[in-house]
């Protein structure tokens, strides 16, 4: 009789498990963390998806607009102590991301009017009087077969 009930426990526990496995999320909501730290100052990003692969199934998002985000965005005040080599401000990133080296992500620089200024793979931006800027970029969280490519955006006052 032991036998048989504990033939049933792992029969059923195998079924969950195959279950689970089959109708796991490949959403991959949970990715990442994302922090702008501008002097002391740390703020968490919330990124939008902008497409998501698994396996060999590719899908595309609707790429969200700047000008639609800014209203949201986190704001951060340009810091006190910018030089030509550092702007002061930092991205870091917490998790399992594709783009390991810095140099894979790329910064878009958008100026009050949402027009793109330039790109770069550092954060050193060129900061002119009185002007606010707009930061976006692009993180795959996942891997190279299973991931999510989410758009983060910030902006920096001065």
């Known amino acids: 009789m032991r036998k ?41 990003l919330t990124g939008v998806k902008v497409s998501k692969r698994y396996k060999d199934d590719i899908e595309e998002y609707d790429e969200p607009v700047l000008s639609d985000e800014a209203d949201s965005l986190i704001s951060a005040k340009k810091p006190d102590n910018t030089d030509d080599t550092d702007s002061g401000v930092k991205v870091q990133y917490k998790g399992l991301f594709i783009d390991k080296e810095k140099s894979d992500i790329t910064y878009k620089i958008y100026d009050s009017d949402f027009k793109m200024l330039y ?40």
């Not at 009930?5 to 991959?28: P, R």
């Not at 002119?128 to 989410?150: L, P, Q």
């Open 4 to 44: 048989k009930i504990l033939t049933l426990i792992f029969a059923a526990i195998f079924l969950c498990g195959v279950f689970l496995l089959l109708t796991s999320d490949n959403d991959m909501k949970n990715v990442g963390d994302v922090n702008l730290i501008c002097d002391e100052d740390v703020y968490e």
């Open 119 to 158: 790109e770069t793979d550092t954060l050193n931006i060129v900061f002119e009087d009185a002007k606010d800027y707009y930061v976006s970029f692009d993180v795959k969280w996942g891997r190279v077969k299973n991931y999510v490519c989410m758009r983060y955006f910030f902006k920096l006052t001065t």
